[in-house]
């Protein structure tokens, strides 16, 4: 039983052991993700970003493909011109096909769809989960301060009716 019991123990050490190291890989990804914001240049998203890749901001499904995101980053970087100056990953954790990270980023806002939000500096952070399949991006999943983002802009919190009784 005892030499069971290490033979199980080392299958399933020496299986650990075996998982590819995915950290370059992942590094490699990211820095070019990242590059795609900081520049514009979605282009470089082909090579790293499966086609039917989805992007899920809190609850909601921003992009359910590469056509579609690469829609989303050239709006986001329409309405914040200044946007890939000031995008930062702050910290990666890798393991095997998962990948997680914290970011910030800052902008100024065009006025793009509201001309009195024009000129409004903003910075938020947040944090992104990603899948990796065959060396691309397949998912990632965003969470982020959108109530800070948008007392930045300006926009109050109005309490409910009959809140303050």
Not at 96 to 115: E, F, I, Q, V, Y
Not at 117 to 144: A, F, I, P
Request: hydrophobic residues 40%.
């Amino acid at each position: 039983m005892k030499h069971r019991i290490t033979v199980i123990l080392s299958i399933l050490f020496l299986a650990g052991c075996m998982q590819r190291d995915t950290s370059a890989e992942w590094d490699r990804i990211l820095d070019v993700y990242v590059e795609a914001w900081n520049t514009g240049n979605l282009e470089l998203l082909d090579g790293i970003i499966d086609a039917q890749f989805v992007r899920t901001v809190g609850s909601t499904i921003l992009s359910d493909n590469i056509d579609s995101l690469k829609i989303v980053m050239a709006s986001i970087r329409e309405t914040y011109p200044d946007f890939y100056v000031n995008v930062t990953v702050d910290e990666r954790i890798h393991s095997g096909d998962l990948s997680a990270g914290r970011w910030s980023w800052s902008g100024t806002h065009s006025g793009l769809g509201n001309p009195a939000l024009k000129g409004k500096q903003v910075s938020n952070t947040g944090m992104s989960s990603y899948r990796m399949r065959d060396g691309k991006l397949v998912e990632e999943w965003v969470e982020t301060n959108q109530l800070s983002l948008m007392l930045q802009l300006g926009y109050t919190l109005t309490p409910p009716p009959g809140a303050d009784e």
